[in-house]
């Protein structure tokens, strides 16, 4: 045991960073300024890894958990951490990624904070034990832990644990075991918005024993809902597998969003903190110019409708047929004729657009864009450059490419709270054409 380390920062999971013979100790659940005692997990080369043991001097930012599971499951990280400590952590780790992967020091703006600190997740996939258990895997170990309730997701969401594992337990279902390839179980997705559920249950058995049984214990929630087995038989847990077959009630959950009638499909991508995402998405409508907006990685295409009533023409690029599918069908529903959604990769579909554009608007996946797609969107030359971004690592990386050369300056760059309690963070820069450059 390593005794009295003092913590002198924080990394970029929000764990305390200590200092010890010229390396740095990464401790989760240690606050800044704290002094713990901990036990060395991992030697590495240029850091250690421990787990805390003891707090000796106690932050005032710290405060109880209010989950049982939390120090066991792995699915949120800064619930020991007041919420303002939580936001003023979240801009630090911003701040630090932009200086590490970008190299420049920029002013970043406080970080929004959400409505909600706790049930603010509309989407939640819970994995399946091989006793039938509703949990999730943890992060570091990958040990199973049960759970009965998710604090982070919708109140009906949590309502539906109990009744799956029941469910399970009196049909004997059990989940499906990668190395035994045993079990039928490997996801049951749930997403829940304006009160109606859409429930996905991904399986190797397209036909699960007494399903009714489910039906009878879901109606007692009183909502409307809808339930799909989407059949997987390979080895892996994706949720789109051979054949989705709706087996009961609702196909989809019709909403209105931001003025845009749209709906929510089994497979639709969702943001999921519907108070962060209306910010956002007004956000990025104060900041569109011009008369030909881009929407890449579009998704189902609300962000898109809203952009429509604005411009004359946008273009609409996602990979995902059936996310594509929506958004055509979201269009009619709007009665909007000013956009074209193009099916496929950004990489090959954003040089096949010949108009002058003026404003692209990017919001990719953890990973981030290619520099092939950051060179392609240079090449553009639009007068605005709105980047969404889930992940400010790659952020930071592909905004380097982007203000090579200085073509483009920040405007702003501005952090949300979209996902409270954990580190993860949504940050919305915009930049502009310097004008000396064209
Ligand atoms: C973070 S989501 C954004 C969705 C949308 N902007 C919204 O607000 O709902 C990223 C989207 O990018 C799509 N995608 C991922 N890789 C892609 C690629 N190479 N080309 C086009 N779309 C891609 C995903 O299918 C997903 O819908």
């Given at each position: 045991?390593?005794?009295?380390?003092?913590?002198v920062r924080y990394g970029i999971n929000g764990e305390g960073i200590a200092l010890l013979d010229n390396k740095v100790v990464f401790i989760p659940f240690a606050l800044k300024d704290e002094i713990v005692d901990v036990e060395m997990v991992k030697n590495n080369k240029s850091y250690f890894y421990a787990k805390l043991n003891n707090v000796i001097t106690k932050s005032q930012n710290r405060t109880e958990p209010i989950c049982p599971y939390y120090y066991l499951c792995g699915g949120c990280n800064l619930q020991h951490i007041k919420y303002d400590e939580q936001l003023k952590i979240k801009k630090e780790i911003v701040k630090n990624n932009l200086s590490k992967f970008a190299g420049f020091n920029y002013d970043i703006n406080d970080v929004i904070a959400s409505d909600k600190q706790f049930y603010y997740r509309n989407h939640i996939s819970f994995h399946v034990n091989e006793k039938g258990q509703l949990g999730f895997f943890q992060q570091r170990t990958n040990d199973f832990v049960v759970i009965k309730k998710c604090f982070l997701a919708d109140?009906?969401?949590?309502?539906?644990i109990d009744i799956f594992n029941?469910?399970?337990?009196?049909?004997?279902?059990?989940?499906?075991?990668?190395?035994?390839?045993?079990?039928?179980i490997k996801l049951v997705d749930l997403k829940c918005v304006d009160k109606k559920l859409l429930i996905t249950i991904v399986s190797t058995e397209i036909n699960l024993p007494n399903i009714e049984h489910l039906f009878v214990r879901l109606n007692l929630l009183k909502i409307k809902y809808g339930v799909y087995i989407s059949l997987n038989t390979s080895n892996n847990f994706l949720i789109y597998g051979e054949k989705l077959k709706n087996i009961?009630?609702?196909?989809?959950?019709?909403?209105?969003?931001?003025?845009?009638?749209?709906?929510?499909?089994?497979?639709?991508?969702?943001?999921?903190?519907?108070?962060i995402k209306s910010l956002i998405y007004n956000d990025i409508l104060k900041n569109v110019e011009g008369n030909i907006v881009v929407d890449l990685y579009s998704g189902r295409g609300v962000l898109t409708s809203m952009l429509a009533k604005r411009t004359k023409k946008v273009y609409a690029i996602e990979i995902v047929q059936d996310a594509c599918n929506d958004a055509k069908n979201i269009l009619k529903l709007n009665n909007v004729n000013n956009v074209s959604v193009l099916c496929g990769d950004v990489q090959t579909l954003l040089p096949t657009i010949k108009e002058k554009i003026d404003c692209i608007i990017i919001d990719p996946p953890r990973k981030g864009a290619s520099t092939d797609i950051l060179i392609n969107i240079i090449k553009k030359n639009p007068t605005k450059i709105i980047y969404l971004s889930c992940a400010?690592?790659?952020?930071?990386?592909?905004?380097?490419?982007?203000?090579?050369?200085?073509?483009?300056?920040?405007?702003?760059?501005?952090?949300?709270?979209?996902?409270?309690?954990?580190s993860n963070i949504e940050t919305l820069v915009v930049l502009e054409k310097n004008e000396n450059k064209n």
């Open positions: 045991m390593i005794k009295n380390l003092q913590i109140e009906t969401i949590n309502k539906c029941s469910y399970f337990f009196d049909n004997q279902i059990y989940g499906f075991n990668k190395q035994t390839k045993k079990g039928t009961y009630g609702l196909k989809q959950i019709e909403i209105c969003e931001e003025n845009v009638k749209s709906f929510v499909s089994s497979y639709s991508f969702l943001q999921i903190n519907n108070y400010s690592n790659t952020l930071a990386r592909d905004l380097k490419i982007l203000l090579n050369e200085n073509y483009y300056k920040i405007k702003f760059i501005q952090p949300y709270d979209m996902f409270p309690n954990t």
